[in-house]
């Protein structure tokens, strides 16, 4: 099974007020174990960083207006995430952003049911207790030292990690080959299971009987 863990930074809150995506970061994992394939872009967002938002992410308008606008990683983001399911924490906002930037180039949009939100999965399994990814990582002792900022890669690292211990996958899917499945099914009936039994001789008996003599002040051999 292969998946996306997908997290977005973005100029502000709400799309009704024209904020735009300024960060994308992506990892395939395939059967939870994650892959050496990385989809990440920082993005011109066209407009200006809300103060909020800088506080967040730290990315200054500066530095965002010298990256590709979004119209330009397009396809190479649908084509990183094609016929993958998306894990996203807090599914609804990212997929806004990304739903408003996908219109805006004129390209379908994502379809919510190919996404696993794993903040629901949270209040599911912690229902009334805190079930942002510090809050999680904290519960499944993951260091996220590395987050003194929101970046869209690091989240995706995290949240990774955290999506595996709350589908309590917490070992790795093995995904053998036929050639390899056909090697491991081995039928143990059919092993002859051979142990040779060696009896000692009347010799080698009567030596260990007078070595007991010899040694031990006590015994029960007189």
Same mark, same amino acid.
């Given at each position: 099974m292969i998946e996306v863990v997908l997290d977005t930074e973005t100029t502000g809150l709400?799309?009704?007020?024209?904020h735009r995506i300024v960060e994308i970061g992506c990892i395939e994992l395939k059967n939870q174990i994650p892959t050496? #394939? #990385? @989809?990440?872009?920082?993005? $011109?967002?066209?407009? #200006?960083v809300s103060e909020k938002a800088f506080e967040?992410?730290?990315y200054t308008d500066?530095?965002?207006?010298?990256?590709k606008k979004f119209s330009e990683i397009?396809?190479? @983001?649908?084509?990183?995430?094609?016929? #993958?399911?998306?894990?996203?924490? $807090?599914?609804? @906002?990212?997929?806004?952003h990304l739903n408003n930037e996908l219109s805006l180039v004129h390209r379908s949009i994502i379809d919510k049911k190919n996404v696993i939100d794993t903040l629901e999965l949270a209040k599911n399994k912690f229902p009334g207790s805190a079930v942002n990814l510090d809050a999680l990582c904290k519960r499944f002792q993951i260091d996220n030292s590395k987050r003194k900022k929101h970046t869209a890669l690091i989240d995706c690292e995290l949240l990774s990690k955290v999506y595996i211990n709350l589908i309590d996958q917490k070992e790795p899917t093995l995904d053998f080959t036929e050639k390899e499945k056909e090697i491991l099914n081995i039928n143990l009936n059919n092993l002859i299971?051979?142990?040779?039994?060696?009896n000692p001789?009347?010799?080698?008996?009567? $030596?260990?009987?007078?070595?007991l003599?010899?040694?031990?002040?006590?015994? @029960?051999? $007189?």
């Open positions: 709400n799309v009704k007020e024209d050496s #394939k #990385k @989809f990440h872009f920082y993005i $011109n967002p066209e407009r #200006k967040v992410h730290g500066e530095f965002l207006a010298s990256q397009c396809d190479e @983001f649908l084509d990183f995430i094609k016929d #993958k399911k998306l894990v996203i924490h $807090n599914a609804a @906002f990212d997929l806004a299971y051979c142990k040779k039994i060696i001789t009347q010799a080698e008996l009567n $030596n260990h009987k007078e070595y003599k010899t040694n031990f002040k006590k015994n @029960f051999f $007189n």
